[in-house]
């Protein structure tokens, strides 16, 4: 089944290390999306890539950094620098013309 | 700057009435508008989408409106369900532009 992956689905990290979030899909999707939620909050678009090899940074992407090496595959990576890195993590991906976006499980990351 | 707007945080509606949500936009260049659904730990789920070519786009209890000159959209859902509560949240993007994906700050039903 087509689709989009998001691993773990929860995930624990000690202050000061660097964790990457896995994201897949399979749909032949060209554009994926990492957002962060926080309680209360909407989604905030963190990084974005619309191409193998490109990406743009989103409104708050201080503290992460993305590679696209693949158009399967956007990792985030959660850097020490990130001074409040623990939410609810979703990416999402998306293909051109008047579709919509679909979103993993989410990874819910809590640093302590 | 919050270019996509859901102004109430909340909303409570009796089984079997109309449900409305509202969603205001600022960037005039957005051309295509989503609604998703969101439960708790989950990943949203696309509901109903409208171009800006159109006003209205019905599929089932779901319908989007778009009024362009006024900036926001709203969507309706009769009649109300239980399983309906969750989470509600607006996406405009620019189609074919950079296709960057903004969400509002949602709705919870």
């Known amino acids: 089944d087509g689709g989009i992956t998001q691993s773990p689905k929860y995930l624990f990290r000690k202050e000061g290390q660097n964790v990457t979030l896995s994201c897949e899909q399979n749909l032949n999707h060209d554009a994926m999306y990492w957002y962060r939620q926080d309680p209360g909050q909407g989604l905030r678009l963190i990084y974005y890539s619309q191409i193998v090899n490109d990406f743009q940074k989103g409104d708050i992407a201080e503290g992460y950094s993305v590679s696209r090496e693949k158009k399967e595959s956007f990792p985030l990576t959660v850097t020490s620098a990130q001074k409040n890195p623990t939410a609810f993590y979703l990416c999402?991906?998306?293909?051109?013309?008047?579709?919509?976006?679909?979103f993993g499980q989410g990874t819910r990351l809590t640093v302590v | 700057d919050q270019q996509v707007k859901q102004n109430s945080p909340s909303l409570s509606v009796q089984e079997g009435r109309i449900s409305i949500l509202n969603c205001d936009y600022t960037?005039?260049?957005?051309?295509?508008f989503l609604w998703y659904k969101k439960y708790p730990a989950e990943g949203p789920t696309f509901l109903i989408s409208i171009s800006s070519i159109k006003d209205k786009n019905e599929d089932g209890r779901f319908t989007v409106f778009l009024n362009k000159s006024a900036k926001h959209l709203s969507l309706h859902i009769v009649p109300s369900q239980p399983g309906d509560s969750a989470v509600y949240f607006c996406a405009a993007m620019i189609n074919f532009g950079n296709e960057k994906l903004t969400f509002g700050t949602g709705t919870r039903l």
């Open positions: 999402a991906s998306y293909r051109s013309s008047l579709t919509e976006a679909f």
């Open positions: 960037n005039s260049m957005f051309d295509y």
